[in-house]
């Protein structure tokens, strides 16, 4: 039996579920084990508490054997690779951004001054590039604590990955899905990171069933972006892209947290690290470090 290692929160375990569920279809049976992580407990904005908190629990409970598999979100995980693992990306799920506001509200019809929760440098450059005028306010917690500011009428909206959800049964709370146009997602967004330990063959063979060749190539290409920047997945970095008929078409973009300025540019390639780090290249040459520390 394949324990699945995960966070407790819903999403995660939701998350986990499917990869559960997939894996016994596929004649692996498997059970979650949930795993408790610091980011879990302190509620400190993730930019203090550091890259990949919610992540290094996971890996280490699989390292020493608490758990056979762990299930990330992809965009969470460092860009370093970590040798002791092997990691697939499953069909990724839509990695649009979404607003959850009040009375059925969008970002244009906000009311001036409107109270809006995100801790996420990327999301809050954005947001003020499209709505100085917003009191954009810190955000922590699971899904349900977060929607639940804009319930209680401590917040006038919050803006969460659409995939989140999507995959919790929440899709009907979003007031706007925002085209990756207008608001652009983290890298590798919507994809979930399987992983088993690299010297498990029955591991590495159960999760080999899940992999997403398409899927994985993109968010592969968006996370080399990130990796080249050698910005961390709380930096206001984004990335999107999809497959096309002559390769993976990538957008990436790096902005001021003060919304002031942003560079974006984008390109096709068949290989994901050779595209991601040429643009990534393309945008530091056209000062994306002098941009990301304003």
């Known amino acids: 039996m394949l324990k699945v290692g995960t966070r407790g929160s ?37 930019e203090r508490i550091g890259v990949g ?18 299930v990330h979100s992809f965009k969470d995980l460092p860009t370093a690779l970590d040798e002791r693992f092997h ?3 499953p069909s990724r799920e839509d990695n649009r951004e979404a607003l959850i506001a009040r009375d059925g509200l969008t970002l244009e019809t906000l009311p001036e001054g409107a109270r809006v929760g995100t801790s996420a440098p990327r999301r809050i450059s954005q947001l003020r590039a499209h709505r100085p005028d917003l009191d954009i306010r810190p955000l922590r917690g699971n899904i ?42 983290a890298p590798a967004q919507g994809a979930l990171a399987v992983e088993s330990r690299a010297d498990d063959d029955y591991g590495r063979a159960a999760i080999d069933t899940l992999y997403d060749a398409a899927d994985s190539d993109c968010a592969r290409a968006e996370r080399f972006v990130l990796a080249r920047l050698e ?16 390769g ?7 902005f001021a947290v003060d919304g002031s300025a942003q560079l974006t540019a984008e390109d096709t390639g068949t290989d994901p690290e050779a595209l ?4 990534a290249e393309r945008l530091l040459a056209d000062g994306a470090a002098d941009v990301m520390e304003r």
Not at 248 to 254: N, S
Not at 276 to 279: H, S
């Open 53 to 70: 908190v919610f992540t290094q629990a996971l890996r280490e409970a699989m390292a020493s054997g608490e758990c056979d598999l762990a």
């Open 231 to 246: 910005a961390g997945c709380t930096a206001p970095v984004a990335a999107y892209s999809r497959q096309m008929d002559e």
């Open 144 to 185: 349900d604590t977060r929607m639940g500011k804009v319930t209680e009428g401590e917040l006038d909206a919050v803006v969460l990955a659409y995939a989140g959800l999507v995959r919790a049964g929440y899709a009907e709370r979003a007031t706007e899905v925002f085209d990756n146009s207008r608001i652009y997602p």
């Open 248 to 254: 993976i078409h990538l957008h990436a973009g790096v």
């Open 10 to 46: 819903k999403l995660a375990t939701t998350q986990a579920g499917h990869v559960r569920d997939a894996l016994i279809e596929a004649g692996y049976p498997a059970e979650l084990k949930i795993i408790t992580t610091a980011g879990d407990v302190n509620m400190a904005p993730v």
């Open 276 to 279: 991601g780090t040429a643009l």
């Open 87 to 89: 990691l697939v990306v």
